[in-house]
C-alpha cells in the first residue's frame, strides 16, 4: 500500500535523485569568484583560473550522462513506489533502480574531481550537500528493499496460518 513505510523511502529515494540535479555539489572558492557544479549546471565566472573547462565535451557528455542516469533511476523508483501489490516485482524494480543511482554516483564523483587540480593556491574546494544526495538515495532505496522483503514475510506467514 501506498502508506507503507517503503513507499515513503522510495519516495525520499526520488526526491533525492531528482534534488541532486540542482543542488550544488562541489564548491570551488578565490579570492575573486565562486564556482558551483551542480548534476546539471556549472555555475560561475570564467576566467585564467577556472578549474572547468567549458568547452570540454568531455565534461558536457559527463552532466548529461549524469542527469540520465540520475533522471532514470528517479523514473524507475516512482514507478517502483506504485507496485505495492506484487512485492517480488517491487523489490526486482527497486535493484534495478540502485544500478543507475550508482552509475551516477560515480560520474558525479568524476564529474567533482577534476576541479582540484587546476585551483591556484589561493583557492579553496569543498564537497557541498549535493554530493551526499545519491548515497542518501541509495541508502534508502536499500531501506525500502528491506522493509518490502519483512512486508512479504508477513504476508506470507499469514496465509500459512490462514491454511491450516
Known sequence: MLQRIQSAFLLLA??????VLFVPSWEFTSDQNQ???????VDGP??????????DSTRTAFHMGFAGMM?????????????????KRQISFSYAGIIPLLIGTVMLVLLTQKGPSFLP?????GPSL????PVIALIAVVLAVRFIRKDDNLV?????DRIR
Open 46 to 55: 570564467v576566467d585564467d583560473y577556472s578549474p572547468l573547462d567549458y568547452e
Open 130 to 133: 549535493g554530493l551526499a544526495l
Open 14 to 19: 526520488v526526491l533525492a535523485s531528482v534534488a
Open 121 to 125: 593556491s589561493n583557492a579553496a574546494s
Open 35 to 41: 564556482e558551483l557544479i551542480s548534476g546539471i549546471m
Open 156 to 160: 506470507k506467514s499469514l496465509n500459512s
Open 71 to 87: 533522471g532514470i533511476a528517479a523514473v524507475i523508483l516512482l514507478v517502483t513506489i506504485f507496485m505495492y501489490n506484487d512485492r
